[in-house]
């Protein structure tokens, strides 16, 4: 009831866009986690042939990031978001109609392209829609994208039924998204986007940033490969995966927000939290310890799993949303798609290398080295970028958006004329 309430008291924009991240994530995990199965099982196609289409897809996605987001400052965050949507709309239905290995590979690369587009322009949006509630608006961000992610496998029928549901979703939402979403004036850039990537780039305070945050994205990366192998080798149950999940999706629902509003009410500084967050988050990973290596069926040893699956989350709860209220802070307010998007291509590159380390440690333990390998990497991971963040947290590198009530209060009144001047009739239309 209380995120009920609070999405209702978000302008109606950012309200829209927590139920487009929930229908984007029912789309995409109704779909992306079966790809490789579909691929290998279905069309019969090579080990090599998967990796490169999935490969495609991901380095579309990632490395085009930062076009994304100097799109969204130069074009409209708005028409930006629209443009993604529908490239997702086409993208899955070619994985639907389409088997010839070109076809698939045109899909893969629409589907990243959408990504790079859609989704450094929609945090842009939020935080030029929300004022001075943008943890609380990302916070719902998180839980609406958590529900999302738990629906889209729960309505899984068939791969060829699954990739036209998610794309006529997509057509739907590109529709409300056209119709819906207000027009927002866009500034006239000054100078170059190489200039804008430079000026992000150059600014050594967000770098650093950027650089000490690689532990939450790495992390974030093993909910789809080491906890889910850590779930079916402790119990010896395939199903016991589901439950990695249906945890996240519980405690999201159930915490999220008023983790976030309490944590943000107590102050001490944004770092302080998102330091404490990956300290949780690491930590999750010690009770895993417990059950490495462990063989045979045994339900019980699914209990250190799923705590170590809730410390995790609850880690990950606590920093994203300070996380993605301290981006834009770092620079002017007209390059915050830019500052999204060199973050998002930061941290892409932190989850392929991270998923590599991790992948090479799981192996290491199963052709005899120690079981408990992967889960130490990845805690020591989470407890080196909490020191970072921590330390640039004391250093005062970090900006504090709660401490700037000036700039809250002008933005707000900003708001309200603006709000003002669209009931009276406009001269020219505004650019999107």
């Not at 250093?395 to 809250?408: E, F």
């Amino acid at each position: 009831m209380r995120a009920l309430a609070a999405v209702r008291g978000l302008p109606p924009a950012v309200r829209l866009l927590l139920v487009d991240q929930f229908g984007v994530n029912t789309g995409f995990y109704l779909l992306v986690p079966y790809l490789a199965g579909h691929l290998t099982d279905d069309l019969g196609r090579s080990a090599a042939a998967v990796g490169l289409v999935l490969g495609l897809r991901n380095l579309s996605r990632q490395g085009l990031f930062l076009i994304g987001g100097s799109a969204a400052d130069r074009l409209g965050a708005r028409g930006v978001i629209i443009t993604g949507c529908g490239l997702r709309t086409l993208g899955f239905s070619l994985f639907a109609l389409g088997d010839a290995l070109p076809v698939l590979i045109a899909a893969s690369l629409l589907s990243g392209l959408a990504g790079a587009l859609f989704n450094p322009a929609v945090r842009t949006y939020v935080a030029q829609e929300a004022g001075h509630r943008k943890a609380e608006a990302f916070a719902l961000f998180n839980v609406f994208a958590t529900a999302g992610a738990l629906t889209g496998p729960l309505l899984f029928g068939g791969f060829r039924a699954a990739a036209l549901t998610a794309a006529g979703v997509f057509a739907l939402l590109t529709v409300a998204q056209a119709a819906v979403l207000p027009a927002r004036a866009v500034p006239r850039p000054a100078g170059s986007v190489l200039g804008d990537w430079r000026e992000a780039a150059g600014n050594r305070r967000f770098v650093a940033f950027a650089l000490a945050m690689v532990g939450m994205y790495g992390m974030e990366s093993q909910l789809y490969l080491l906890l889910p192998h850590a779930a079916r080798q402790a119990t010896g149950l395939t199903g016991a995966v589901g439950l990695v999940f249906v945890v996240g999706t519980l405690a999201a629902l159930t915490v999220q927000l008023r983790l976030t509003r309490r944590l943000a009410a107590r102050g001490g500084g944004r770092g302080r939290w998102i330091g404490a967050g990956l300290a949780l988050g690491g930590l999750g990973f010690v009770p895993l310890m417990a059950v490495a290596g462990a063989a045979g069926t045994d339900v019980a040893r699914l209990l250190p799993v799923l705590a170590g699956v809730l410390l995790l989350y609850l880690g990950l709860m606590t920093a994203q949303p300070f996380v993605m209220e301290l981006i834009p802070a770092f620079g002017r307010a007209e390059l915050t798609g830019t500052f999204h998007g060199l973050f998002h291509a930061v941290s892409g590159v932190a989850a392929a290398g991270t998923g590599a380390g991790v992948g090479w440690a799981m192996d290491t333990a199963t052709s005899g080295g120690p079981a408990w390998l992967p889960y130490a990497c990845c805690t020591a991971l989470g407890l080196t970028s909490a020191a970072a963040v921590t330390q640039l947290h004391r250093r005062r590198y970090l900006p504090d958006p709660a401490a700037l009530p000036a700039v809250v209060l002008v933005r707000a009144l900003g708001a309200c004329r603006h709000d003002q001047s669209r009931k009276r009739p406009q001269p020219s239309a505004v650019r999107s």
